[in-house]
């Protein structure tokens, strides 16, 4: 099946700092890459969605110099949340569309634990 | 950002029993996804949803895509401990888009 990794699973940097996280399709190619945020007993909030070899598109409010999104190939996807603060941490989870999956549903990461102190 | 509404917020169940959640909207969505997530990971996707109507089972778990295209219902039969988690529902749009919007979930606890 369809498998994402997400690295690291755990980070904790000091304030000021800036802190990426990768995300990889292991044994699929993904087309496209959806970045979310979740807080503590929340849900998922999307924060953008990453397309290979183009600009990421970001939803209303996140703050793209903040959170920046790479998408160099088909099976990596990176989120650099720079200057970090302490308001950053939270839990980020990426998932990965195949490239034929218009219908399927979507596999996530692990997630990434960031703790900026 | 936009969140379906998702109800029950949590529940307590005893072992056996069979437990049912759902997922509203107020705008037409045409793909249904119900995802489980334990803590500290991500969403593992339990069941898939693709035309209104459709009823889907993944062992003791079925789901159902409203007929109005507005909602969906989640059920699992005979709980067991492991089932505990917080459940997801999560929908994309009928608007072209390939992003999906998550439910606000279900947190269930399963009493031995």
């Known amino acids: 099946g369809a498998v994402v990794s997400q690295h690291p699973s755990r980070v904790i940097c000091k304030s000021g700092t800036s802190v990426k996280i990768e995300c990889r399709s292991l044994?699929?190619?993904?087309?496209?890459m959806f970045w979310y945020r979740q807080f503590p007993k929340q849900s998922l909030m999307l924060m953008a969605t990453?397309?290979?070899?183009?600009?990421?598109?970001?939803e209303q409010g996140v703050e793209k110099d903040k959170f920046l999104i790479n998408h160099a190939s088909l099976t990596l996807s990176t989120l650099t949340v720079t200057s970090a603060h302490p308001e950053d941490s939270s839990f980020y989870i990426c998932?990965?569309?195949?490239?034929?999956?218009?219908?399927?549903?979507?596999?996530f990461g692990s997630g990434t634990r960031l703790t900026v102190v | 950002g936009q969140q379906l509404n998702q109800s029950p917020q949590s529940m307590f169940i005893q072992e056996g029993e069979d437990v049912s959640m759902n997922c509203t909207s107020s705008?037409?969505?045409?793909?249904w996804l119900w995802y489980k997530q334990d803590p500290g990971e991500g969403p593992v996707l339990l069941i898939a949803?693709?035309?209104?109507?459709e009823l889907t089972s993944n062992g003791r778990l079925t789901a159902q895509f409203g007929i109005t295209r507005k909602d969906s219902f989640l059920n699992i039969s005979a709980s067991i401990p492991s089932d505990v988690g917080i459940y997801f529902c999560?929908?994309?749009?009928?608007?072209?888009?390939?992003?999906?919007?998550f439910g606000t979930g279900t947190r269930l606890k399963v009493l031995a």
């Open positions: 044994d699929f190619q993904a087309t496209t």
């Open positions: 990453s397309n290979e070899g183009s600009k990421a598109t970001y």
């Open positions: 949803l693709y035309k209104a109507g």
């Open positions: 705008s037409i969505f045409n793909t």
């Open positions: 998932s990965a569309r195949p490239v034929d999956g218009i219908n399927y549903g979507y596999t």
């Open positions: 999560a929908g994309r749009p009928d608007s072209g888009t390939y992003k999906y919007i």
